[in-house]
């Protein structure tokens, strides 16, 4: 064989073997890349949530409307941390995990009264946390407008929490 084409072959197996592996160097690049940045968008992204303090008294807290209703159990869980009554408004301070989405709570009446010394109605307090699965304690105060009772004396209030331990506070409306 002549030793010029055997050079030429030999040159042409060198070629073809950078040529390979230059691809699988190439190939096993890409493909680390793609496994960091699948890596990269799997870890949990801290949570960035704005809370807004309102200091100025003279704004208005939105005041909810007690809904009434067949009662039904509260769907997600919360804790009722304290109960006001000033005049015809009741607060009710809960706290509930959450922070990634809306949460609503509803003051459920049936419409009845219960007969005693003094007249008494059932309310119970019902959370929907929308699916919400964050984690940050949450803490703020429910409004709620008393006026639907259109009682001309006193009131017991029983207020049920999610656990439906019993909460009473008296409504005086003089």
Not at 71 to 94: A, C, P, R
Not at 114 to 127: G, K, P
Request: glycine letters at 6%; charged letters at 20%.
């Amino acid at each position: 064989m002549n030793p010029v084409r055997r050079n030429q072959k030999g040159i042409a197996g060198i070629i073809t073997i950078v040529i390979v592996v230059v691809l699988i160097g190439l190939v096993v690049y890409f493909i680390s890349q793609n496994t960091q940045t699948k890596k990269a968008s799997n870890r949990p992204r801290p949570v960035t949530t704005q809370a807004s303090v309102n200091n100025d008294k003279s704004l208005e807290p939105e005041l909810k409307q007690i809904t009434i209703q067949q009662i039904t159990e509260s769907k997600d869980t919360y804790s009722l941390n304290d109960i006001k009554v000033e005049g015809d408004h009741l607060t009710l301070n809960v706290s509930y995990g959450g922070g990634c989405k809306q949460h609503f709570f509803d003051l459920a009446w049936n419409s009845g009264f219960l007969e005693s010394a003094i007249l008494q109605v059932d309310l119970h307090l019902i959370h929907d946390a929308s699916g919400d699965r964050c984690e940050a304690m949450i803490t703020e105060d429910l409004w709620f407008d008393l006026k639907v009772f259109g009682a001309k004396e006193s009131l017991i209030l029983n207020i049920y929490d999610f656990g439906r331990e019993r909460h009473r506070v008296s409504y005086n409306n003089e």
